[in-house]
């Protein structure tokens, strides 16, 4: 059993296409915890520290506290592959038929989902939005 941390970005909320988005999940993987929360600067900036030396990554914290979004830890076997084959490929030109980013994405920066990419990645990530009461197991 494995966890992985989503995260339905303001893009994809503004646009009201949360409630699909978690459908799909749900087909695929146990939401065990969610919230909506509009990231300030410094909490946008602390969950993407690892990428603050990428010439994206002020764009990237300006998109993320733009709106409202809604963060979830997906359960399941094999969560973190199986919802990264769900999103589909980062830049969306690039993603498959029928993921989650060539539906609801509209370019790399406005992608619709994050997910984590790796087993620390995702215990850091889900860490750093719910503490273990907000994490209740449905396995
Ligand atoms: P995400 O999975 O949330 O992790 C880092 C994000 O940086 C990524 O999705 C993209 O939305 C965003 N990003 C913006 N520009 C780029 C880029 N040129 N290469 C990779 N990621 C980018």
């Known amino acids: ?75 399941g076997e094999n969560a973190i592959a199986r919802y990264r084959e769900l999103m589909g490929a980062t830049n969306p030109a690039q993603a498959a038929e029928g993921t989650i980013r060539k539906q609801f994405a509209t370019n790399i920066e406005r992608n619709a989902v994050h997910g984590s990419d790796a087993p620390e990645t995702a215990a850091f990530e889900i860490s750093y939005f719910f503490s273990k009461l907000e994490l209740h197991s449905r396995g």
Not at 5 to 21: E, F, Q, T
Not at 45 to 54: S, T
């Open 1 to 75: 059993m494995e966890r992985t941390l989503s995260i339905v970005k303001p893009d994809a909320v503004a646009a009201g296409n949360a409630g699909k988005i978690i459908a799909l999940l749900e087909e695929n993987l146990r939401p065990i915890a969610m919230k909506m929360m509009h990231l300030d600067r410094k909490q946008a900036e602390g969950f993407y520290a690892v990428h603050r030396e990428r010439p994206f990554f002020a764009d990237l914290c300006d998109f993320m506290t733009s709106g409202p979004v809604v963060i979830m830890v997906l359960e």
